[in-house]
């Protein structure tokens, strides 16, 4: 089957960096993006990687590693309006390129 | 301004009740999706459509169809057989074929029994 595991709460402290893991098992992999969705809204994008290697957007960056199926979100300098949940999506060709969710990470930001 | 409009923001049916969710979308994208998000749960992918006069079933088809006569509109009717209709409901449109592409979303509706 095909399947997305990420922790699904952290907490971490206003200035701070924190790591969101998401690992995945899909037949036909294609890319791996993340969003943020604060609480009642819409989820937005923040970053897509189709290869290995880290991608810098601001103070979000996204790495992956294909061989090991594994992606993660960095988040530096963290604000409280940081305070969100966190999804990663794996674009899956097998399924005709559209996109397989986890069920999110809440990040919880402490002063 | 260019975007993805819902609504109505919130809606309740009753019993047996068929209802009607609407997204339209003024970004000129070929692809639409609604998807479901039930509470502490990632998104669920209902249909989608990657043109006019086309769309596909996702994972979650039974108890929902939809249609999509006009590029800039894709309505989904919540039937009366869908028995757990209750959740949030996210309509979603993409442009472009690379996979870097984003998908952009609306407010989203929010569907609950009576």
């Known amino acids: 089957g095909q399947s997305l595991e990420q922790p699904s709460e952290v907490t971490a402290v206003e200035g701070a960096i924190v790591q969101i893991n998401c690992t995945y098992q899909?037949?036909?992999?294609?890319?791996l993006s993340w969003y943020q969705q604060h609480d009642g809204g819409a989820p937005t994008f923040l970053s897509y990687?189709?290869l290995d290697g880290l991608e810098e957007t601001g103070r979000f960056s996204s790495f992956l590693s294909r061989s090991d199926s594994y992606g993660y979100l960095l988040l530096q300098e963290l604000q409280m309006k940081d305070s969100a949940s966190y999804f990663c999506a794996v674009r899956d060709m097998d399924s005709n390129y559209q996109l397989i969710w986890g069920a999110g990470t809440k990040l919880i930001i402490k002063p | 301004d260019g975007g993805i409009t819902q609504s109505p923001k919130y809606l309740f049916r009753k019993e047996g009740q068929n209802v009607t969710l609407s997204c339209e979308q003024n970004?000129?994208?070929?692809?639409m999706y609604w998807y479901r998000q039930d509470p502490g749960q990632g998104l669920r992918l209902i249909y989608y459509?990657?043109?006019?006069?086309?769309?596909q079933k996702g994972d979650i088809a039974e108890g929902y169809s939809v249609s999509r006569e006009k590029k800039e509109s894709f309505p989904l009717t919540v039937t009366s057989a869908q028995k757990n209709p209750t959740a949030f409901y996210l309509c979603?449109?993409?442009?472009?074929?690379?996979?870097?592409?984003?998908?952009?979303f609306g407010d989203g509706t929010r569907l609950s029994i009576l």
């Open positions: 899909t037949s036909g992999f294609y890319g």
């Open positions: 459509s990657q043109i006019v006069n086309d769309f």
């Open positions: 990687n189709a």
């Open positions: 979603a449109s993409r442009g472009g074929q690379g996979g870097k592409q984003p998908q952009h």
């Open positions: 970004l000129n994208h070929d692809a």
